[in-house]
């Protein structure tokens, strides 16, 4: 599996370019296909970051993430 900085990953917060990637706990996935993160956006979450800390706040838990291909890994 191809590894990411988190500038690469930056990249892919579907603004900058089409993919819409979110990093949790050392894994990208790509949330592009999901309406819920149209135009990089998913509430008060940004796409192209690391939301592992982020995740406490949301109303769901991180099994929501298996729904998504990983497609990376972050490289810190």
């Known amino acids: 599996m191809e ?5 690469q990953l930056a990249l892919r917060n579907g603004q900058d370019r089409d993919e ?5 706990k050392g894994k ?4 592009t ?4 993160w149209r135009d990089g956006k998913h509430y ?3 796409a ?7 995740i406490g706040d ?3 838990t991180e099994v929501v993430f298996e729904r998504f291909e990983c497609v990376g890994i972050l490289k810190l």
């Not at 590894?3 to 500038?7: C, D, E, I, N």
């Not at 819409?20 to 949790?24: E, F, K, R, T």
């Open 28 to 31: 990208i996935y790509d949330v």
């Open 33 to 36: 296909g999901s309406r819920l």
């Open 44 to 46: 008060e979450h940004w």
């Open 58 to 60: 949301a109303p769901h």
């Open 20 to 24: 819409i990637w979110v990093a949790y």
């Open 48 to 54: 192209g970051q690391d939301l592992t800390e982020e």
């Open 3 to 7: 590894s990411y900085t988190p500038s």
